[in-house]
């Protein structure tokens, strides 16, 4: 047994859940596994090299990356606004508390407590610089899949824009719609 699948087999389900190992050497593919279950729980579905998974924040600097590279192709500016690429982003909204992710049942304070933003000003270098004044997140895992668009694209916002770096999920995930858009591709294939 190859050390790679022995380490494979020790591991899952008692360090990782489930794994694909695909390993490449100058241009070759020299390793590839997939173990474990899509669902460790039920364990109804094997993973597959195919198998494609959640990767949370790490998808950020793919998103990133590959908007930027539509901007050095000239496809969309650093300072155009949001709703020129995504529509649905316009219309003035106010200034919300939302909940804090780390302190469950607790709500951040937002400041002003009162006024409005209009969304339509929204620039993609706010949305990359955390900039915009949108919330850090919102409880997305408790939408239906069908849902979260709308949701994301008629949030509030929690700061004036350019008062202060919040790191949102939200304008990341906006950005991932942005390059759909603009390569008219899904965000899979378009990084």
């Known amino acids: 047994m190859k050390p790679l699948d022995r380490f494979l087999n020790e591991a899952v389900g008692r360090v990782f859940p489930t794994a694909v190992l695909h390993i490449n050497h100058a241009g070759q593919t020299v ?101 915009s004044g949108l919330p850090a997140w919102r409880p997305l895992y408790q939408q239906a899949r069908e849902e979260i668009r709308p949701f994301v694209l008629h949030t509030f916002f929690s700061y004036p824009p350019n008062t202060r770096v919040v790191y949102s999920d939200l304008g990341l995930i906006m950005l991932g719609w942005a390059i759909e858009a603009l390569t008219e591709q899904p965000l899979a294939q378009a990084i």
Request: charged share 20%; net charge negative; proline share 9%.
């Open 31 to 131: 390793y590839t596994r997939a173990v474990g279950w899509v669902d460790p729980e039920t364990r109804q579905q094997p993973a597959t090299l195919d198998t494609l998974f959640d990767l949370a924040s790490v998808t950020k600097l793919f998103t990133t990356t590959a908007f930027l590279r539509l901007v050095a192709a000239g496809k969309v500016g650093l300072d155009d606004p949001v709703c020129g690429v995504l529509p649905e982003f316009v219309d003035k909204r106010p200034f919300l508390p939302y909940e804090d992710p780390l302190n469950p049942g607790h709500f951040v304070t937002v400041a002003p407590d009162e006024g409005v933003v209009d969304a339509s000003r929204t620039t993609f270098r706010q949305l990359l610089t955390h900039s």
